[in-house]
Structures are given as structure tokens and as C-alpha cells.
């Protein structure tokens, strides 16, 4: 008991995130209603991609963990996307 | 000085530890959902066509709805940790209940939206799908149901964990001093809201 470990999220600021993250639905939604052919995807990968960016790092308190937590779960993520990078190099040009 | 610390927990409880058990298994579910992620994008980018026109099916609408539903969700789960860290026991109680209601309501409009597919016929080897529909939508509607099935499967478990975290804390348990059942129950539940976040734009947005 002789420090404050944890940081205390306050309740306000996961209010805050939870209306970013309602915006960005909506801006999602909004961006793939328009015709842009093949970057539909693309867009609406890349709001998902900051959605998740904002639930990993205040929702599931990473911003507040160790750095070894966070190195961690980068990590796992650039795994996949390796995993993604290649097969697709395999399925161009094979 | 923290050495004498250790001494007070026979049972060798540490939020540290239990933190990194939390972690570890949930890179395997994201390496579990991350593979059907490849698959999916693998067959859409060799079927474009029939995946954009398999995805008209979807009802835009209710997939939004769920995506708020779950957004909500993450948030309220979120503040249940902040209250019991405040010593507020009877609003984190209130708060994971919430989550759990919402997570029912996200279980009902999937009810509702796997009916309409199944009235139109549509389901895993039914008639009208391996009669009328195209390779390429086959594989839409197949990623589709193994995927948001096990999404939905991930809701049913995370609902199952809340009842143990809302026991805990209702018998004490689950404390300021020991609030890891709480806190990886969070979690667990914001990866379901984080698969969610990749499946909604993939299988409703896409057309």
C-alpha cells in the first residue's frame, strides 16, 4: 500500500472515447455509402483501425500499463499483419 | 519494505500476473479470429463481385445498431472497473449488470437478423444457396455465419464470465485489492468489441 499503483480512469474520459468511437461508426458508415470503388475498404478499414486503436489503449487501460505489456500486443499485431503481407505476396504473384 | 507485502498473500494472488495470463490469452484469439481475417480477405480479393453482391443482403442497419449496442457495452464494463476501484461496490455491481443486459440485447438482434437470412433460405448448405448462388457468394454467406457465430459464441462466454464477476463482487471476493476477476472479465469483453470493430465494416459496410 505504500504507492498508488493503478491509475484511476476517470469515469469522463471513457464517456469521451465512447462518443469518439460513436463518431467514427457513423463516419465509417457515412464514408462507405459514397461510391469510391476499391477504396471503400480501405477507408473503412482505416476507421476501424483507429477504433480499435482507441479501445485497446483506453478501454483495455494499455495506456496506463507497462512498457513490456504494450511491446507485447504490438507484437501480436505486427504478426498479423505479416501473416496478412505475405499471403497476399503469394496469391500477386504466384 | 515490498517484500514484507508478499508475505500478507498466502494464496499468492498478483494483478500483475493474472493481468499477463489475461494478455496471452487473447493473442490467441486474435490469432484465432486474425486467421479467419486471412481467409476472408483471401476470397474476397479472388471474388469481388459476388462478395459486394452477397453483402446487399446484410441489413446495414441492425449492423450499425450492434456496433453501438457493443460500443456501449465496452464503455460501461470500462466504468464498473473505475467504481470498484473507488470503492463504489454497489454501482460496479450495477454497471457489469448493465453490460450484461446490453450483451443480451446484441444476442437478440442477432436472433433477429440470422432469422431473416434463414427465411430467405439462407443458411450454411442450404438449397437455395448452393442452387442459385455463385461460388463466391457461398463463401460470403459461410465466412458470414462461422464468423459472427463465433463473435456471438465469444458474447455468450463474455456474458458468462460477467455472471461469475457480479457474483464475486456481490460476496466480496472481487475487492479493491483484488479486482482481477473484473478486470479481465473487461477484457475479455473488449475483445469482442474489438473483433466486432474489424467484422462490422468487412461483412455490412462493403458494397
Known sequence: MSEEKHHIVPYRLYFIILIALIALTMGS????SIEMAEYTVAAALLFAV???YLVLTYFMHLKYDKRYIKIMVGFVFAIFLVVIIITFLDYLFR | MEHA???EHPDMYDEESSKIGMWLFIFTELLLFGALFVVYAVYRY???DAFHLAAEELNRTIGTVNTLILLISSMTIAMSTTALRKGHRKTAITL???TFLIGLAFLVNKYFEWGVKF???????SEHMLNEMSQGEILFF?????MTG????HIVIGMGIMVFAIRGLANGKVKVERPSLLDNCGLYWHLVDLIWIFLFPLFYLIH
Open chain 2, 119 to 125: 427465411s430467405h433460405g439462407i443458411w450454411p448448405g
Open chain 2, 150 to 153: 463465433l463473435h456471438a459464441l
Open chain 1, 29 to 32: 458508415v457515412w464514408i462507405t
Open chain 2, 142 to 146: 459461410g465466412l458470414y455465419f462461422v
Open chain 1, 50 to 52: 483507429v477504433k480499435s
Open chain 2, 5 to 7: 507485502h508478499h508475505v
Open chain 2, 46 to 48: 479472388m471474388n469481388p
Open chain 2, 96 to 98: 457489469v449488470v448493465v
